[in-house]
């Protein structure tokens, strides 16, 4: 279903983080869904649900009332991967004292969508009205879309932000090789020998110090050359 504004693959090529991006799909469904005051996007992370992303007011509190209470529209929707409509709260009997914190809050109705449902960036679009029964047919269907879309738009968000953390652990351990061998060359040449042999005393020098073995060698380095250790990461290609 079209929908109004920038579709979500320009969405995701013009920022340069997977929260970057989620900023930007909040602020976009708010703004496709006239009577909303607020839009939170609840993703689950090391089991625990967070808010990763909000736009407008209130939504955020409200997502944080749910998860105190470990049950609400939004956590319903992210778990069992189904929609929830709550046309009016001071109706709604559900979820405890919920409803009553969204009354007092300026909200009578809410909307949450599932997003990327049953994957491990598994999530939940919540929009927020202050109007009961704020959410027509045609917002429901425009929102219906935006997940649908979003959904293919996360998991390659997701797995471009994996490639960088990949990238920058790859570029750390380089960088601490380097230096590791700076130092095994070091104590080749002061123990004359070979270079197993030379790390291992490093390496036990670094367990009765209880320091890093990084960071001892870089010190070694250090002293010995008269300057901290060049540690040459990934270097592109000529």
Not at 9 to 20: A, I, M, N, R, V
């Amino acid at each position: 279903m079209a929908h109004d504004g920038p579709d979500l693959t320009s969405l995701l090529l013009e920022t340069d983080s997977l929260d970057g991006f989620l900023d930007a799909l909040a602020a976009h469904a708010l703004a496709c869904t006239p009577t909303a005051r607020g839009c939170g996007i609840t993703v689950s992370r090391e089991g625990r649900p967070v808010t990763v992303a909000s736009a407008g007011s209130s939504a955020t509190e409200l997502d944080e009332k749910q998860y105190g209470l470990d049950d609400g529209p939004c956590l319903r929707a992210l778990r069992l991967g189904e929609e929830i409509m709550v046309p009016d709260m001071l109706a709604e009997r559900r979820w405890g004292p919920y409803p009553s914190y969204a009354v007092a809050s300026g909200v009578r109705s809410s909307f949450s969508v599932p997003v990327a449902a049953r994957t491990h960036t598994a999530g939940a679009l919540n929009l927020y009205s202050a109007e009961p029964e704020g959410f027509a047919e045609s917002d429901v269907t425009r929102l219906r879309g935006i997940a649908a879309e979003a959904t293919g738009a996360i998991a390659l968000a997701q797995r471009i932000s994996d490639a960088q953390e990949f990238a920058e652990h790859l570029q750390t351990a380089l960088a601490s090789r380097t230096v590791i061998d700076q130092a095994i060359g070091i104590i080749m040449g002061q123990r004359r020998c070979d270079a197993e042999q030379a790390f291992d005393v490093l390496r036990g020098a670094s367990q009765n110090r209880n320091v890093k073995l990084r960071d001892l060698c870089a010190d070694l380095v250090t002293n010995v050359g008269g300057r901290p250790p060049q540690e040459r990461g990934l270097r592109p290609r000529p």
